[in-house]
């Protein structure tokens, strides 16, 4: 049995997902050429779980931050049924129930997610 938590989580998820494919599919829609064209309508001929690496072959770029969403929204849902949700993917500790109903699709607790944003910031120092 899935945890009360957990059944919740999924059920926004979801949700999400299904508002993302909408919008990801009206996107490409609106940007009028058609090779974004026919990709909306070769997304629609495929299960939602194939379609980041249906778009990142593409890349198009203007369902870059839906893109990057749906892969943590299916990554969170697969997690749900595989029991392994809500596992902090760089510590393995429990993430805090806090932290995942403001974001059913969090990948980090707290303290590495800190610790992860602080390392982007430094290799974007370094960078420029
Ligand atoms: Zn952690």
Redesign the pocket.
Known sequence: MIHRFHADCQARLQLELNRLQHSIVQLLQQENHAAEAALALRLQQHPVSSWPDLLTANKPWCIRQQLERLEAVIAALSQIELKLYGV??????Q?EQERLELDAASQ??????E?HKKRDEISLLKRS
Do not use: N, W
């Open positions: 902090c993917s760089d510590c393995e500790a993430i980090r607790c707290t303290q590495c997610e610790r």
